[in-house]
């Protein structure tokens, strides 16, 4: 430890504007936890007996402010200095206490150990002295080496006040056993589930970083599934929790589509880091308890739940404070296309078929098919293997249509706008239906994407409405998808 912090390239520095203030300074947290663990880590916590904003001034001064930024937070007492690559935040030691209807602790000068105790987790309370007299000395007070050791989340407290002053630490213990493949201590885990209901004073923004930091990790269904033991994903998450369940009728039953849709989350997140291939993951059979049905003859079924799923996702992103542009319509469009390459890889493949799931998908079609591929989950292995068999040939056709058509950038020759200038029209019903007509025919193949053909065709298809065209357009000039 000690050569460590002797031969890094922060710590010496800290050290020496921390003696320079006749000020105690420590490295806490996360960074000590990491490094006992072999975790890379750029985060850096340090606490100070004394004020943690003129520490970091003294550091800043001490790096050569030219080459540190340093950002100061007066009303928090805290301050940042950033440099090298590393983020260095900086407190004073306190200690706080709590209001039974608030997480906002009342905030006092403290000691070292103060600060300690009022850290959320053994493991997250480790410190290394920076001090002369014990440079590099491992302070834990509530063995969170051993904690370490056994792979155990626990709390330093007493579990029940640790939760109940900042609820968010139930979800952060849930989030660090997903992210260390820890378990959490039993008597931690009583704790948790007795105070799950404090976690509705907590802001919808801090529980949603906290889960998508659950849906970073590599086998997220751990985490989600600690959250529904501790009666916490009910409360955050209902329409989760109510895919939970599998029914019999008459012996024909469904499987249990909260477990199912666990597993599609593991699987995706073995192919996609992206942040929204998993959420389209969690969501893409959320409609399916509004869709549930039995028929005496087939048993049960979902029809519709991608639709009606689809029409889900800006209500439940709105909900979580997720964001309503690029990444909720990827999200949506997902849910919506994710049984469309399923049906190609049962039914048999036409290129009108193929063309429209590309043409829909755009330039999401790679993590459409990862998601195709991630919702098989059937135990009969021979059918799993025969589905991705065909998602392989259904891939192969896809691309062959790709490098014919270049449907990733499809779009009608003809445009609405041409349309209305052709016949003199303003905007309608009838123009908008006209326009789907030649979409519908390119798509299909009956028709080729050139002003050769199509424009003829719209001038045929617009008189079958009673369109007569006031104007005769000129060919546009070549878009790139139109180009040799």
């Given amino acids: 430890m000690t050569e460590h912090l002797k031969n ?42 004394g004020s943690g904003i003129a520490l970091a001034e003294q550091v800043a001064k001490n790096a050569g402010r030219e080459h540190v930024s340093l950002a100061v937070y007066k009303n928090f007492g805290t301050a ?16 706080e206490s709590y209001r039974s209807d608030s997480r906002k602790p009342v905030v006092e000068d403290g000691t070292l150990e103060d600060d300690q105790n009022r850290r959320d987790f053994t493991i997250n309370a480790l410190a290394l002295s920076l ?27 007493d579990p029940a006040i640790t939760f109940s002053d900042d609820p968010l630490r139930m979800l952060r213990a849930i989030r660090f056993a997903t992210q260390l493949n820890f378990d959490i201590d039993p008597d931690t885990f009583t704790g948790l589930e007795q105070t799950a209901p404090r976690i509705e004073i907590i802001s919808q923004e801090r529980i949603t970083d906290e889960l998508n930091k659950i849906l970073r990790t590599p086998t997220p269904s751990y985490g989600f599934k600690l959250l529904e033991i501790a009666g916490l994903l009910n409360l955050i998450f209902p329409d989760f929790v109510a895919l939970k369940g599998a029914e019999q009728i008459d012996g024909k039953g469904h499987k249990d589509n909260f477990y199912h849709t666990l597993q599609v989350l593991d699987n995706v997140c073995r192919t996609s880091d992206d942040l929204w291939v998993r959420w389209a993951a969690v969501l893409h059979d959320i409609a399916k308890p509004a869709t549930k049905r039995f028929h005496p003859k087939i048993g049960w079924t979902f029809h519709g739940h991608e639709e009606m799923g689809a029409r889900m996702v800006p209500t439940i992103f ?14 949506q469009k997902l849910v919506r296309l994710h049984l469309r390459p399923i049906a190609l890889a049962k ?24 998601l195709c591929r991630a919702d098989i989950t059937s135990k009969d292995g021979n059918r799993v293997k025969r589905y991705l068999a065909n998602f392989d040939k259904v891939e192969a056709l896809m691309k062959e249509v790709e490098e014919r058509d270049q449907l990733r950038q499809f779009q009608p020759i003809i445009t609405g706008e041409m349309i209305m200038d052709v016949f003199g029209l303003g905007p309608s019903k009838e123009v908008g239906q006209l326009k789907n007509t030649i979409r519908e025919a390119i798509l299909e193949g009956t028709l080729p994407n ?27 000039a070549p878009r790139k998808d139109q180009e040799s």
């Fill in 8 to 49: 890094h390239p922060v710590f010496p520095i800290i050290a020496r504007s921390a003696a320079e203030l006749n000020v105690p300074a420590y490295v806490i947290g996360g960074y000590v936890r990491d490094l006992l663990l072999n975790r890379p880590s750029k985060d850096i916590d340090i606490v100070c007996v």
């Fill in 80 to 95: 940042q200095v950033k440099f090298d690559g590393w983020e260095v935040e900086f407190v004073g030691a306190r200690k």
């Fill in 131 to 157: 001090n002369p007299n014990d440079f590099g000395t491992l302070i834990d007070p509530f063995d969170g080496q051993t904690d370490l050791r056994r792979k155990i989340i626990r709390t330093p407290l």
């Fill in 318 to 331: 709105r909900k979580f404070r997720l964001p309503l542009g690029e990444e909720m319509r990827k999200v």
């Fill in 347 to 370: 039914d048999g493949i036409t290129d009108s078929a193929l063309r429209r799931v590309m043409v829909e998908a755009g330039d999401d079609l790679d993590d459409l098919m990862r």
């Fill in 450 to 476: 050139d002003w050769a053909h199509a424009y003829p065709f719209m001038l045929e298809a617009g008189a079958a409405l009673g369109f007569q065209p006031v104007k005769e357009l000129t060919p546009p």
